[in-house]
């Protein structure tokens, strides 16, 4: 598993235009973007901050599958992160601010660009397993949801 992150910014204002990140993760392996002083764990459901959406861009590799759930409508969904396919797949999907998401490699590896914005300060950032209501609604969207708790 390979994480390379970095908060950049690119004004004079106190708040972080963006963030940007590369991971690669491998199958069987369980990681997280994260501030660096972190260890890789599972891909686990997060949410950045209610301001911050999420950009995800496969890069290279195999696909990976994003799981998503608006906690305002109570809407589940998946995605396929890879290559253009018939059944499917993107190389690119933006997951709107405030929306929990977790994601798992579907083959051998995958490399993808993660990029918020505006960027966002790490006190915004949740996790679900820090919060039991989420991690009750999550585990009712069913086991492929579940396992990512």
């Known amino acids: ?3 390379l992150g970095e908060t950049t910014s690119h004004s004079t204002r106190l708040q972080t235009t963006a963030a940007k990140s590369l991971v690669i993760p491998r199958a069987g392996e369980s990681w997280i973007g994260g501030n660096g ?3 890789f764990h599972h891909r686990r459901w997060h949410t950045c901050s209610a301001r911050s959406d ?3 861009g496969h890069l290279e590799g ?3 599958e994003l799981l ?3 906690a305002t409508n109570s809407q589940a969904s998946t995605v396929a992160l890879g290559r253009f396919t018939a059944s499917g797949a993107a190389p690119i999907h933006v997951v709107p601010a405030g929306v ?3 994601a798992r490699p579907l083959g051998e590896y995958a490399l ?3 990029y918020v914005g505006p960027g966002f300060d790490f006190s915004d950032f ?3 397993k820090d919060d039991a209501e989420m991690r009750r609604v999550i585990a009712q969207q069913g086991e492929g949801f579940a396992a990512c708790l």
């Open 100 to 102: 929990w998401q977790a």
């Open 37 to 39: 002083r972190d260890k």
């Open 1 to 3: 598993m390979l994480f």
């Open 62 to 64: 195999d696909a990976l």
């Open 112 to 114: 993808l660009g993660c």
């Open 126 to 128: 949740r996790m679900a």
């Open 68 to 70: 998503c759930f608006d």
């Open 54 to 56: 999420e950009i995800w």
